[in-house]
């Protein structure tokens, strides 16, 4: 089956960039969906087919996505947006639906 | 606005059995393509299972396939989750969530989440 790498954790200061990695083969042929969960929450949708985002998300989440890599790019890094980041994509030759493990992201 | 409400969550012995409902509202559920989504404790989020708008097709991923099956009641605006033969693993606040329109490969609204715990 198909797996979504991403880094543990990944760690910025307030007001900078960071940028969360979501690996998997060819991955650039998917499209790329990226949830935001907060401690006790249910996961948000932030960014959606590579790098659309639903009404009310902050325009300072934006995504990406290209040959093995897709990333999540949060600029100018607020506290609240400490969270697990995760994305995801559907796997079209197990009619499954696969989930990177997850970033722990710290605003340092 | 979309609501999502997650119930039937509890404590159930190892090889026991659970359904889970998830009561729908605010959009027309008919439409639209129903999943399951479930978290271990302290862990990542794991795809369960899938049914279509019309309840036509189902997948389930391979961790409860033959175990768990997914069903749905338009008129009602529910969904289900049958849960058969759970084991310790199987230990999750099982989410459900929509697709994000016709045929969309994410989920753009989630529930709150029940919590399963499978112990003896």
């Known amino acids: 089956s198909y797996v979504l790498t991403q880094p543990p954790s990944v760690s910025v200061a307030p007001g900078q960039t960071a940028r969360i990695t979501c690996g998997g083969n060819n991955i650039g042929s998917k499209s790329v969906h990226w949830y935001q969960q907060k401690p006790g929450q249910a996961p948000v949708l932030v960014v959606y087919d590579d790098s659309d985002r639903p009404s009310g998300i902050p325009e300072r989440f934006s995504g990406s996505n290209s040959g093995n890599t897709a990333t999540l790019t949060i600029s100018r890094v607020e506290a609240g947006d400490e969270a697990d980041y995760y994305c995801q994509v559907w796997d079209s030759s197990s009619d499954s639906w696969v989930f990177g493990g997850g970033t722990k992201l710290t605003v340092l | 606005q979309v609501q999502l409400v997650e119930s039937g969550g509890g404590v159930v012995q190892p090889g026991g059995s659970l359904r889970l409902s998830c009561a729908a509202s605010g959009f027309t559920f008919s439409s639209y393509g129903m999943h399951w989504v479930r978290q271990a404790p302290g862990k990542g989020l794991e795809w369960v299972a899938f049914i279509r708008y019309d309840g036509s097709n189902k997948y389930y991923a391979d961790s409860v396939k033959g175990r768990f099956t997914i069903s749905r009641d338009n008129s009602k605006n529910t969904l289900y989750l049958q849960m058969n033969s759970l084991r310790a693993e199987d230990t999750a606040v099982y989410y459900c969530?929509?697709?994000?329109?016709?045929?969309?490969?994410?989920?753009?609204?989630w529930g709150q989440g029940t919590l399963v715990t499978v112990s003896s």
């Open positions: 969530a929509k697709e994000g329109v016709v045929g969309a490969t994410f989920f753009d609204y």
